[in-house]
């Protein structure tokens, strides 16, 4: 897995309530248990008319950021982990919203997606900052537990201290054991029956 310390880039504004797993990635695309290659269909009914060419005007098609920055409530809907494949696919490394389902976070967080929950009013802000400065650098610093956005201001967010260290490091949650395994094999020689 990818490790994640300072995420710094532009990021690919999508300012829509109630993003839906369907929506990043329609079931459609559902065909296989690979993680390769769900990028392409990333958001595809948005990206592409019903005729498979390019909507011009979507801000997904012209993407140069590893930052989403989405509406409220990001990742409902259904519980399938192919949403955080296709986002991590298309090579975005966090989004930035005021609420996310419990399951898409869940399933980010074991795909190295990190899901940055700012308040309503923060994410207000950046939004419009955004809108009129689509270039705006915005820095995420997963140690400190902070985004930074010029014309914002600092923001703190909420992490799980096992999930900052597993991507911090670059963890799946059994490298995180392999990690502490002579800690592991040692206790256990101490305490054979």
């Known amino acids: 897995m990818d490790k994640i310390n300072i995420i710094e880039s532009p990021a690919v504004l999508v300012p829509v ?17 690979s993680r390769e290659g769900f ?11 019903s005729d498979g060419s390019p909507v011009a005007e979507n ?7 590893v930052i989403l920055v989405a509406g409220n409530n990001f990742g409902c809907g259904s519980s399938r982990e192919h949403a955080a494949w296709a986002l991590h696919d298309a090579g975005f490394r966090a989004v930035v919203s005021s609420s996310f389902a419990d399951i898409f ?6 795909n190295c997606l990190l899901p940055v929950k700012v308040s309503e009013e923060y994410l207000a802000d950046v939004t419009s900052v955004l809108k009129s400065v689509p270039e705006t650098v915005i820095c995420i610093d997963l140690g400190a537990q902070t985004i930074s956005v010029p014309g914002v201001g600092e923001a703190s967010f909420e992490i799980n201290g096992y999930k900052k260290e597993c991507l911090m490091n670059g963890y799946s949650d059994i490298d995180y ?8 094999l040692d206790y256990e020689s101490r305490h054979v029956m």
Do not use: C
Request: hydrophobic share 35%.
């Open 17 to 33: 309530d109630n993003i839906d797993t369907d929506q990043i990635i329609p079931a459609r695309f559902l065909k296989t248990t």
């Open 39 to 49: 990028g392409e269909k990333l958001f595809y009914d948005w990206r592409f008319a």
């Open 59 to 65: 801000p997904l098609s012209r993407q140069k950021g």
């Open 105 to 110: 976070k869940n399933n980010a967080l074991n």
């Open 177 to 184: 054991l392999l990690a502490d395994r002579k800690s592991i």
